[in-house]
């Protein structure tokens, strides 16, 4: 500010001066006019480094919130596992008093249960739940409580097919049928395996479509990361098209692994009959 104060004086006396029919040195005038140059150009250096230091806390700013929506992103992945968790932990106290209730009354009214969203009766939800627990038995039975061999599997299936007003996007598969699940690490209320312990798994799931012209793409996804993906599509009454997936995965305890459908892909039911049945299954090696 100061610097542009003094050109500017300078200028009006040089004006003044130049005017002047007595001034005829020109020596001195191109003096001037060369202190003149100097002083633009140290004012033009000022502003430039005044420029270039307002665009590197632009930038420093702009890493900033780069690193905090990172951040957001981690801990929202997080809330989401915690609260997958704690779903299943409810539905876990949800089958025990059934247990409870199966010893002290034969009254099964007051019992919820609605695999992959289908209404039952009372009397259905009743025996599901009395299924799930007598293939279970111990649903909260440590992690390490296993097979002498230390064998972990599953395998499941949907035990009918899922109407397309409930086939939406990002649907997690309920395979409520667990026919094998060594271990006990298969939830087959919620359709989640929960790695027991870490270790190398094979992951498998399948999907028909038929019947009826539609589509879907079911993902594997370990947490919230997809490690997979089928694709069945039919576009005739007539056409039955199967497809299959399989994993090698390099697992951690606790992960969460299930199949869930596509939020980009889905048209129609997905198909679980006599004819063909959706499923799930994972071993450790």
Known sequence: MFTLFRLILLNIYLDLAFSSPNFGNKELKD??????????????????????????????????????QQDLSEKTELINHLTRKLDLVEKEVEVLKLQALKNDTDQPDVVSYKPNGR?????????????????????????NAMQPNNVIAFYAYISATIPAS?????????????????????????GIFIVPEAGVYVFTWNLPNG????????????NSEVWGAVHAHSVANSEFIESTGVAVVQANAGDDVFVRSAAFSYNGDIVSNKFAKTFFAGWKL
């Open 31 to 68: 003096v001037l006019e060369t202190y003149v140059l100097s002083l633009h150009e140290k004012y033009a250096k000022q502003i430039f480094d005044l420029e270039r230091k307002f665009e590197e806390k632009i930038q420093n700013q702009d890493e900033r919130i780069i690193s905090l």
């Open 119 to 143: 209404n039952l009766t009372s009397q259905q939800k009743y025996n599901a739940l009395k299924a799930d627990v007598r293939r279970q038995g111990r649903l909260l039975q440590p992690a």
């Open 166 to 190: 409930q086939a939406v996007a990002n649907h997690v598969l309920v395979f409520d049928i667990a026919k094998t699940n060594i271990g006990n690490a298969y939830h087959p209320h919620t």
């Open 211 to 222: 019947g009826v012209p539609s589509y879907h793409t079911l993902q594997l996804v370990i």
